[in-house]
């Protein structure tokens, strides 16, 4: 709980806002402070000049207001003592107090508790009258105001708007008022207060131009200070690195200064001095050091040198050894100990070179023995590899024979089938069309009975104007004369009615034998169209069999396309079988020589033993 308290305490607070600031933003904010303190400083005097202003303004009414009420207590005494009538001592008070006044037009006016306006020098009209509903713009009803502060505290101060005189815009007002309670009267007198507003802002703004320019100078000075403490700052900080850099030829600034910036010059210099001391002491330690190091390094050398000439000419007698073949030339002199392991390993690998020239000595024995055997070998496959060639090449060309056979059996196959589908393709349009002319003749018979049907409604109306002529020349012969002309058209009607009627039957009879023959005509064609169905089908199981044969045959042919082609792939094989064979039988002559080459060379190498590589190769 105490650390919090003391993380959230104004000065810890600072503390941590200054580490987190550079130089230059700390004076600004020095500065700054400065000229908040001034703008408070200023206001509180505003406000305190505003209050000032005020309360000697109410001075003066309260002053004003006992002046007023000790007419009205004077002129109570005269009533009350006999001198005079009561209601003349109040007409004397309300002449007397409206008679007064002071400054630039300054009066009294009197209410009542009710309030109703008892006097007023200038507003003789509201004498008498209530006055309670009368309020100022801001909808202060100041008469009700005046009634309130009298009757509750006695006297008291009331802020409102009134016009002055000859004017009717509204002003700010500050009216004092006091109770006479023995007339219940309300003496009042206020005092205009605008004047107060224009001393108050006069005020107001000298202070302003007064902050303003102290704020232009201490953002003017904070600005000079913090860049002229920064750019000391960054030359020293610059300084510093130099010297952390191991630069101990800067030069360092500001060591004339007697601020706090040039105490820091000078700690500089003292440390930029011990460090070149320090840097001097530790040069001449590395050189003395350096000097014992090269004698120490010298004696060691010789001792070495000398040790490796020894050794040198000791290994060089055994390598001249070596060199000779000789393998029994071994390191038995005494060496220095460094050199141990080299004398150990030197005549292990002697003997390992032994031994390892002996195995290999065999080993040339065995291939010697291996590549005769792999010559008989290779001579008898080569014979072999070249019968099988030869009978490969006599199987492809009869396999050629063959395949040419089938591929043109094939051909014809194809041919055949391509006939066939033709034949087919035709028989099918075949059946379309005789489909087609059937629909057509059953359309045939089908328009015929519909002219039938038509030629059967022709006669019928021909019978009917018959009738209907008939009917008219019996009209017209009942006219007589008027309807002899008349009768001549009926007998030309009929008669064309006849002619109709027989020409429709004409008619009839001829669609009847063109439907007889229709009729044959669609049994002729729907057997045709029967007869050309068994064709197709009949056609169809040809192409299906041509097409079976066809495929066969151009099976085979792929198959024996297959065959020839692994057999000349065989072919191919073997050739390549024999030229290997070939290549391996001069290698196995290679090997045989250069076994032989080996063993004569193994041979000259002496060793330790009872019998040398020599004799072990001559004796293979």
């Known amino acids: 709980m105490h650390a919090l308290i003391r993380n959230l305490s104004p000065i810890v607070w600072m503390q941590r806002l200054l580490v987190r600031t550079s130089i230059t933003q700390r004076v600004f904010l020095l500065v700054s402070l400065a000229v908040v303190g001034q703008l408070m400083t200023a206001t509180y005097q505003l406000v305190d000049l ?17 002046s007023a009420l000790s007419i009205a207590e004077e002129e109570f005494q005269s009533g009350t003592s006999g001198r005079s009538t009561m209601e003349s001592a109040q007409l004397s008070a309300l002449k007397r107090i409206g008679g007064l006044r002071y400054a630039d037009g300054g009066y009294f006016w009197i209410n009542d508790l009710e309030p109703k306006v008892v006097m007023h020098p200038f507003r003789r009209d509201l004498e008498g009258q209530n006055v309670s509903g009368i309020a100022d713009p801001n909808g202060v009803r100041l008469f009700v105001e005046f009634a309130s502060v ?46 107060l507003d224009a001393i108050f802002w006069k005020s107001l703004w000298r202070q302003a131009w007064i902050v303003a320019a102290l704020i232009v100078m201490c953002t003017v000075l904070s600005a ?39 105490d820091m010059a000078k700690a500089l210099e003292v440390f930029k001095k011990t460090s070149q001391e320090k840097l001097e002491l530790e040069a001449q330690a590395v050189v003395e050091r350096k000097a014992a190091e090269e004698q120490r390094i010298a004696a060691e050398r010789n001792a070495i040198a000398s040790e490796r000439k020894l050794v040198a000419s000791v290994i060089g007698s055994s390598l001249a050894g070596l060199a000779d073949k000789d393998l029994t030339k071994k390191l038995t002199a005494s060496l220095p100990n460094a050199y141990d392991d080299l004398k150990r390993d030197y005549n292990s690998t002697l003997d390992l070179l032994a031994a390892s020239l002996g195995e290999v000595s065999e080993a040339s024995i065995s291939v010697k023995t291996g590549a005769e055997e792999i010559t008989h070998a290779s001579d008898d496959l080569s014979r072999r590899t070249e019968q099988q060639a030869a009978n490969l090449e006599q199987t492809a060309a009869a396999l050629e024979q063959i395949s040419a056979t089938v591929t043109r059996s094939a051909a014809a196959g194809g041919q055949a089938k391509e006939l066939v589908v033709a034949a087919r393709k035709d028989a099918e349009e075949a059946v379309v069309v005789v489909s087609q002319t059937t629909e057509a003749m059953a359309g045939i018979d089908k328009s015929a009975s519909q002219i039938s049907a038509i030629i059967g409604v022709i006669d019928e109306i021909a019978f009917q104007t018959n009738l209907l002529a008939l009917n008219a020349g019996v009209e017209a012969a009942r006219a007589g004369e008027a309807g002899r002309g008349f009768a001549v058209v009926a007998s030309e009607v009929r008669a064309l009615a006849q002619r109709s009627a027989d020409a429709a039957k004409e008619i009839k009879a001829l669609i009847t034998t063109s439907s007889d023959q229709v009729g044959r005509g669609v049994a002729l064609v729907t057997n045709t169209a029967d007869a050309l169905r068994r064709i197709t089908s009949q056609v169809i199981e040809i192409a299906n069999a041509v097409g079976d044969m066809a495929a066969g045959t151009q099976e085979q042919s792929s198959g024996l396309a297959e065959v020839s082609k692994a057999i000349n792939e065989l072919d191919k094989v073997t050739q390549q079988n024999a030229a290997m064979v070939e290549q391996s039988t001069a290698a196995a002559h290679t090997l045989k020589l250069t076994s032989d080459r080996l063993s004569e060379m193994i041979g000259a190498f002496r060793m330790e033993g009872p019998r040398s590589l020599g004799s072990k190769a001559r004796t293979a």
């Open 224 to 262: 000079v200070i913090g860049r002229a403490l920064s750019r000391s700052i960054g030359v020293l900080n610059r300084a510093m690195e130099q010297l952390a850099a191991g630069e101990l030829d800067v030069v360092i600034p500001g060591l004339k200064r007697k601020d706090e910036l040039g």
């Open 50 to 66: 505003r209050s000032n202003l005020i309360d000697q303004r109410k001075h003066e009414l309260s002053n004003l207001t006992a």
């Open 150 to 195: 009298a009757r509750t505290r006695g006297s008291g101060f009331v802020f409102y708007s009134w016009p002055k005189p000859n004017e009717k815009a509204p002003s700010p007002k500050l009216s004092h008022v006091v109770t006479f309670p023995a007339w219940g009267w309300v003496i009042g007198t206020g005092v205009y207060i605008d004047d």
